[in-house]
């Protein structure tokens, strides 16, 4: 997948639990480590505006393109 989650890296650097994180969010567990590990499919934009706002970064932040090699 071309897609890097660093949802792990930046809670790690802010010091927030999974189980903080879907809290401050109004997630589940399940479906926010989902999300962590690359197994959802998609995320809505309120969904990443939520993370964003309770971790205190950018999207960008969260996600990194890294193209396939062939």
């Known amino acids: 997948m071309p897609i890097i989650i ?3 890296r930046v809670m790690a650097d802010r010091k ?11 997630m589940t567990n399940v479906n926010l ?7 959802m499919k998609g995320v809505r934009f309120e969904t990443m505006e939520a993370i964003c ?8 932040d969260l996600f990194e393109y890294m193209e396939e090699q062939s």
């Open 33 to 39: 480590s989902n999300l962590k590990t690359g197994k």
């Open 53 to 60: 706002k309770a971790l205190e970064c950018q999207p960008g």
């Open 6 to 8: 660093r949802l792990d």
């Open 16 to 26: 927030m639990s999974l189980n903080e994180l879907a809290e401050r969010v109004g």
